[in-house]
C-alpha cells in the first residue's frame, strides 16, 4: 500500500503570498489531518477533514483553511503569508476509527522570505 | 497551555543498554497513548499504542507503560541500537475531542 504522499517537499514564497499544500491519503483513509511542526514546538494541530467536512479544528488564524475532496485528497491553503509561517507542514491519515494511529507523510517545508 | 511534556529534550544511551522516554501529561481524558519516531527530512513514523484500559504494552523491542493515576506515559527500548536515534514523541488522544496531542519530542542518540 501507497503511504500518505505530500506535495510539494519544499516551497519558498515570499511574505504576504499565499501557499497550497497537497496531500494524498493512505488508500481506503477517510480521515486526513494537517500538523504544523516549528524547532521547539513539536507538532501543532491545525485541521482534520473527514468525509469532506472539518471535523476539528487548532488554534490557528483564519489564514490558514483546508478541504478535503470526495476522493479523501486534501489540500491546506495559507493566504497573507507571514514570516512565522516558515514551518514543516505534515500531513496525516488515519482510517477515522476511534483508536487509528496517524500515519504521516514526509511534509511540506515552508520557507517564507 | 501545555497538556503534554517530554521534559527530557535530549538523551544519550550506550548501544546495547535500555532507553527509557518519558512523557507526562495532564488531562484524564486521554484515553489512547501512541509514540512516534522521526528521522530528520521525514514524517513521524508509528512505533507502538497503548490504550487507557491496559499498563503495558509490548511489540519487540519496544514496551509502552502506563501508569494513569500519575498520568505518566514511558517508552523502553531494550536493546538499544544506533538505528534507533532519531526525536520520539509521545502522543495520547482523546476520543471526546476526537484529536492527538503531541509532546515536544525527545531527541534519542544511541551511541556505537
Known amino acids: 500500500k501507497a503511504g500518505v504522499t505530500q506535495t510539494p517537499r519544499y516551497l519558498i514564497k515570499t511574505r504576504g503570498q499565499q501557499v497550497t499544500l497537497s496531500c494524498s491519503p493512505i488508500s481506503g483513509h477517510r480521515s486526513v489531518s494537517w500538523y504544523q511542526q516549528t524547532p521547539g514546538q513539536g507538532l501543532q494541530f491545525l485541521f482534520e477533514?473527514?468525509?469532506?467536512?472539518?471535523?476539528n479544528k487548532g488554534n490557528f488564524p483564519g489564514r490558514f483553511s483546508g478541504r478535503q475532496f470526495s476522493n479523501s485528497r486534501s489540500e491546506m491553503n495559507v493566504s497573507t503569508l507571514e514570516l512565522g509561517d516558515s514551518a514543516l507542514y505534515l500531513c496525516a491519515s488515519r482510517t477515522g476509527g476511534a483508536q487509528s494511529p496517524l500515519h504521516f507523510g514526509n511534509g511540506t517545508r515552508l520557507t517564507v522570505t | 497551555d501545555q497538556q503534554v511534556k517530554q521534559n527530557s529534550p535530549s538523551l544519550s544511551v550506550q548501544e546495547g543498554r535500555i532507553s527509557i522516554l518519558n512523557c507526562d501529561y495532564t488531562n484524564s481524558m486521554f484515553d489512547y497513548f501512541l509514540w512516534y519516531k522521526k528521522y530528520p527530512a521525514e514524517g513521524p513514523t508509528f512505533l507502538i499504542s497503548?490504550?487507557?484500559?491496559?499498563d503495558k504494552n509490548e511489540d519487540g523491542r519496544f514496551t509502552v507503560f502506563l501508569n494513569k493515576s500519575a498520568k505518566h506515559l514511558s517508552l523502553h527500548i531494550v536493546p538499544s541500537q544506533p538505528g534507533d536515534s532519531a526525536v520520539y514523541f509521545c502522543?495520547?488522544?482523546?476520543?471526546?475531542?476526537?484529536?492527538?496531542?503531541f509532546g515536544t519530542g525527545t531527541s534519542l542518540t544511541v551511541i556505537p
Open positions: 497503548i490504550s487507557s484500559i491496559k
Open positions: 477533514y473527514f468525509s469532506e467536512t472539518q471535523r
Open positions: 502522543a495520547p488522544y482523546t476520543n471526546t475531542g476526537n484529536q492527538f496531542y
